[in-house]
């Protein structure tokens, strides 16, 4: 089967940065995103890794190793406005099936 | 610019009563999905259906039914409800397999009394 772990809480305070892990175990996928998800709202999507490496979208990065089956999401310059629950997720190969992680509250104080 | 819409928004049902949530999407996206999300458990995946004609079963289907109705409408049925259902249940589309982006409805918040 597959599964995705991530920590279910990070805190940290306001312009600092901070790294979300994601370890997971499945058999082939097409690669790892990231998604955000505010209290009552819907998940968005934040960023992709087909490939090893790191992925840079203005404040945010997304770093994918397939050898160590582990991804994270960092942010930095964190504002208020990033608390929010961060989701991992990956698409199963061949199949269609988009599987996602427990997820991760993060809380921003100032 | 509608994206992905669900409805109802919210739903009070009893223990027994059946109902059917339903989505649309106007992406053209040939993959949808139905998530349930619980408190701590994440989305867990219900069922999906990677392209019109085909559906199959997510990671909980137990208690559930789908239906894709064509290439636009993905609805997911509870035949006979539990309080064990009470959740948000989410609709999601893509384009196709691969690395591509997931679009969310707003969520249908369902409890069973």
């Known amino acids: 089967g597959q599964s995705l772990e991530q920590p279910s809480e990070v805190t940290a305070v306001e312009g600092a940065i901070v790294q979300i892990n994601c370890t997971y175990q499945?058999?082939?996928?097409?690669?790892l995103s990231w998604y955000q998800q505010h209290d009552g709202g819907a998940p968005t999507f934040l960023s992709y890794?087909?490939?090893?490496g790191l992925e840079e979208t203005g404040r945010f990065s997304s770093f994918l190793s397939r050898s160590d089956s582990y991804g994270y999401l960092l942010l930095q310059e964190l504002q208020m406005k990033d608390s929010a629950s961060y989701f991992c997720?990956?698409?199963?190969?061949?199949?269609?099936?988009?599987?996602f992680g427990q997820g991760t509250t993060l809380q921003v104080k100032p | 610019n509608a994206g992905v819409t669900q409805t109802p928004k919210f739903q009070v049902l009893k223990t027994g009563q059946s109902m059917t949530l339903q989505c649309a999407q106007d992406?053209?996206?040939?993959?949808m999905y139905w998530y349930r999300q619980d408190p701590g458990m994440g989305l867990r995946l219900i069922y999906y259906?990677?392209?019109?004609?085909?559906?199959d079963k997510g990671e909980v289907p137990n208690g559930y039914n789908v239906s894709r109705l064509n290439k636009r409408e993905f609805s997911l049925r509870l035949e006979s409800a539990a309080p064990s259902q009470t959740s948000v249940y989410f609709c999601?589309?893509?384009?196709?397999?691969?690395?591509?982006?997931?679009?969310f409805g707003q969520g249908t918040r369902l409890t069973v009394v």
């Open positions: 999601a589309s893509s384009e196709a397999l691969g690395p591509t982006e997931a679009f």
């Open positions: 499945t058999s082939g996928f097409y690669g």
């Open positions: 890794n087909g490939l090893d």
């Open positions: 997720a990956v698409r199963v190969i061949n199949t269609g099936k988009l599987i």
């Open positions: 992406m053209n996206h040939n993959s």
């Open positions: 259906s990677a392209s019109e004609g085909t559906t």
